[in-house]
């Protein structure tokens, strides 16, 4: 049974800075593509940022503020976030696709981020 957990939401005041962070266990064989979601109040579920064998892009809104990062050999894909804005209020969900038998889609449960004064 593979799980991913993630960890790191909280409430931060606007301009400031939180680390997330995603772990993947269970039978895992490889892991290609790691992400992570947001779902704002009300909206649909959007990308925010992609990590595959190291080459990483973004969603346009948070170009230069984000970062994502991974480490393999603790099956742990990052989203480093700073000087945060109301707008990226949301649940933040990591996806990653993961190799048991076959390559299938795995989603986290979410966690919860607040930008507010």
């Known amino acids: 049974q593979v799980r991913l957990v993630e960890s790191g939401g909280g409430l931060v005041q606007p301009g400031g800075s939180l680390r997330l962070s995603c772990t993947a266990s269970g039978s895992i064989s490889a892991m290609t593509t790691m992400a992570w979601f947001r779902q704002g109040p009300g909206k649909q579920r959007d990308l925010v940022a992609r990590?595959?064998?190291?080459?990483?892009m973004y969603g346009g809104s948070v170009k230069g503020r984000f970062t994502i990062s991974r480490d393999n050999a603790r099956n742990t894909v990052y989203l480093d976030m700073n000087s945060l804005k109301p707008e990226d209020t949301g649940t933040y969900y990591c996806?990653?696709?993961?190799?048991?038998?076959?390559?299938?889609?795995?989603w986290g449960q979410g966690t919860q981020v607040t930008v507010s004064a």
């Open positions: 990590i595959t064998y190291g080459r990483t």
């Open positions: 996806f990653a696709n993961i190799v048991v038998t076959t390559s299938e889609a795995y």
